[in-house]
């Protein structure tokens, strides 16, 4: 059994601590806004917060979240500056990698609340959008921030 918090509400499950962390939000409690890409941990498609971090669902183990907080995209209300500042910014094409890149933008605004390019880059490059709206993300990030991040 493994007892943690998703987006504030805690679980626990009977299942082996080795599962990905992402079938366990998306096949046993349904929380199908973290996507599969990769498998690997290397497209960022299912980026989750485990304690404020990033952490690739597909990679981390159930066991490696015992006790611990995760937010899924959720979990990240409507309001929030990212989620308002990528409609804003129409960041979204085909909008599958959508919710990993908008939980590492939480995670970097969170820690540095006025980013430059190279800290969003830095924060932003295990995130793989395959429609190459990297420069809408960037500006959205902005936005988020404060700094506006107009479109073009």
């Not at 409507?78 to 990528?86: E, F, T, Y």
């Not at 390019?117 to 932003?124: K, L, R």
Request: with cysteine; charged share 20%; net charge positive.
């Amino acid at each position: 059994m493994v007892s943690f918090q998703v987006n504030g509400t805690y679980h626990t499950v009977d299942l082996p601590p080795d599962t990905p962390l992402l079938w366990v939000l998306r096949e046993h409690l349904r929380l199908v806004g973290t996507k599969f890409g990769c498998g690997a941990g290397l497209c960022g498609a299912c980026t989750v917060l485990v304690d404020g971090e990033p952490k690739r669902s597909c990679s981390t183990d159930l066991g490696e979240v015992s006790g611990k907080k995760v937010v899924t995209i959720e979990g990240i209300p409507a309001g929030h500056p990212v989620k308002k500042a990528w409609l804003d910014q129409e960041v979204s094409q085909c909008g599958y990698c959508q919710p990993g890149q908008i939980m590492s933008a939480v995670a970097l605004l969170a820690k540095k609340p006025h980013p430059s390019d190279a800290d969003i880059d830095g924060a932003m490059s295990g995130n793989i959008c395959r429609c190459g709206t990297y420069g809408r993300i960037r500006r959205a990030i902005h936005a988020a921030a404060g700094k506006g991040g107009r479109k073009p």
